[in-house]
């Protein structure tokens, strides 16, 4: 049995018209596409979410005529792009934040530290095209504060590129997480990332063409010199990466 029909068999067990907000008090509402739900979604309503999408795909290849049921090569594309869309490319909308463990700042540490390049796989909200990049993180810790692993910023990365998003707004939603987690002095957040909406159509831009902007917060936006330091380090780590 083909994965599209088995799909088809668990929508049909679990009335996904209960999750499509039909009935509103069951289902958190429709949001805004680079924010996540009131609540992640359960096994249950995720299965039955991407065979309702799978679905939807094949009326869209219908539309465009393409022979979905007959050619091989895309007879279980609709499954496939479902499930993409749910479990990797919008995972962020549908799942709980990273756990973090917080530790307090024990040694009082209160310089800069720069994290990067941390890997940004997203999805533009306009033409539903890839933006990928690398962003860099700038923490100027609290003596009173707390601190997180490394690996815990990538994670957060992650999980707010995992939607449909606006680059300006991904910055301050990345940041925003880590200040409300962390209470820093100050924070910097900066992404550096290709657009295939302009690399692989309207103007067909440069294949290196990029955006860079930075969104900065506490000391970071008020202090010349910590932004200076920033944006060096963040040179530095630019360079080696090329190496």
């Known amino acids: 049995m083909l994965r599209w029909e088995i799909g088809r068999q668990l929508e049909d067990q679990y009335d996904y018209r209960r999750i499509m907000n039909f009935h509103p008090r069951e289902m958190p509402p429709p949001c805004l596409s680079n924010e996540a739900l009131s609540e992640p979604l359960d096994e249950a309503a995720r299965t039955a979410m991407i065979a309702a999408a799978a679905r939807k795909v094949e009326e869209l290849f219908d539309i465009l005529r393409v022979d979905h049921r007959n050619d091989h090569n895309t007879r279980e594309t609709p499954m496939r792009v479902a499930r993409m869309f749910v479990e990797e490319i919008l995972e962020g909308r549908y799942t709980a934040p990273p756990r973090i463990t917080e530790f307090d700042n024990v040694q009082a540490y209160d310089q800069l530290i720069v994290t990067g390049p941390i890997e940004v796989r997203s999805m533009c909200a306009h033409h539903l095209m890839p933006i990928y990049g690398q962003a860099y993180i700038g923490i100027l810790p609290a003596a009173d504060g707390k601190i997180i692993g490394l690996s815990k910023y990538d994670r957060i990365v992650e999980h707010f590129a995992s939607r449909l998003q606006i680059q300006e707004e991904m910055v301050k939603q990345i940041g925003q997480y880590i200040v409300d987690?962390?209470?820093?002095?100050?924070?910097?957040?900066?992404?550096?990332?290709?657009?295939?909406?302009?690399?692989?159509?309207?103007?067909?831009?440069?294949?290196?063409?990029?955006?860079?902007?930075?969104?900065?917060?506490?000391?970071l936006a008020t202090d010349a010199d910590l932004k200076r330091e920033f944006i060096h380090e963040c040179a530095i780590l630019d360079r080696e990466q090329a190496d």
Do not use: D, F, Q
């Open 181 to 219: 987690m962390t209470a820093p002095r100050g924070l910097a957040v900066r992404i550096s990332a290709v657009h295939m909406c302009k690399t692989h159509r309207g103007v067909r831009a440069s294949r290196r063409s990029r955006m860079v902007n930075t969104y900065y917060w506490g000391n």
